[in-house]
């Protein structure tokens, strides 16, 4: 059971948009920033947006990511085939004092 | 160009203690902000975040691990090193290490390809 909670799987079809859920707590979303990383199959995860909306050097500004309260958001516009992956959340939890993980989310393009 | 590999063993007995090593070019762990992390991911699961080791050699644990876990670094070597005691099947996974190039939000901006780890008797 993952501290950060996403749905297990979103589909949608090619050249739509879709957007991901992190839902947190006071301790972690609530307070801290929140990280989103992108694991294409059989890779390492990437950084795809950091400090809740900023988009690392090479990333497409199709990704674009937001906070609000205990809640953060992934948006993915355009899609692409080559956008299925997994994606997964992380913040820092200031009660646990480390990092946590969301528990994934598997994107299929349809 | 900042590259990170894992090295270890790809097989380990139940019980045993799995040693871990991150060796690290193109950044310095002495660079104020910069920290190294391990995070793990159980075959078909979630990443799960292990511990970090910071610039300033402050280091965090799992909290359901931290009894289990030892991270250190060698800054003179670019290697940052974890520990696991007394390991069971459950922990078998792909380990990675990754960067955290200057502190808070701690997001992982460089991730080495990651190595297996299968406990098994």
């Known amino acids: 059971q993952s501290v950060l909670t996403q749905p297990p799987s979103v589909s949608e079809a090619p050249r739509q948009r879709v957007t991901i859920s992190c839902s947190g707590s006071?301790?972690?979303?609530?307070?801290?920033?929140v990280n989103w990383y992108q694991q294409l199959p059989g890779k390492a995860p990437k950084l795809l947006v950091y400090f809740d909306d900023l988009l690392p050097s090479g990333v497409s500004d199709r990704f674009s990511g937001s906070r609000s309260g205990t809640s953060a958001s992934l948006a993915i516009s355009g899609l692409q085939s080559e956008d299925e992956a997994d994606y997964y959340c992380a913040a820092w939890d200031d009660s646990l004092n480390g990092l946590v993980f969301g528990g994934g989310t598997k994107l299929s393009v349809l | 160009q900042v590259t990170l590999r894992e090295s270890g063993p790809a097989l380990v007995k139940p019980t045993q203690t799995l040693t871990l090593t991150c060796t690290f070019s193109?950044?310095?762990?002495?660079?104020?902000?910069?920290?190294v992390s391990w995070i793990r991911q159980p075959p078909g699961k979630a990443l799960e975040w292990l511990a970090l080791?910071?610039?300033?050699?402050?280091?965090y644990y799992s909290t359901s691990l931290k009894t289990r876990l030892t991270i250190s670094k060698d800054t003179s070597k670019n290697q940052v090193v974890l520990t696991m005691t007394k390991m069971d099947p459950v922990d078998t996974a792909t380990y990675y290490c990754a960067r955290i190039r200057s502190g808070r939000p701690y997001d992982f901006d460089y991730w080495g390809q990651g190595t297996l780890v299968t406990v098994s008797s």
């Open positions: 080791i910071d610039w300033d050699d402050d280091k």
């Open positions: 006071s301790s972690n979303i609530g307070k801290n920033a």
């Open positions: 193109g950044f310095s762990l002495s660079t104020s902000g910069v920290c």
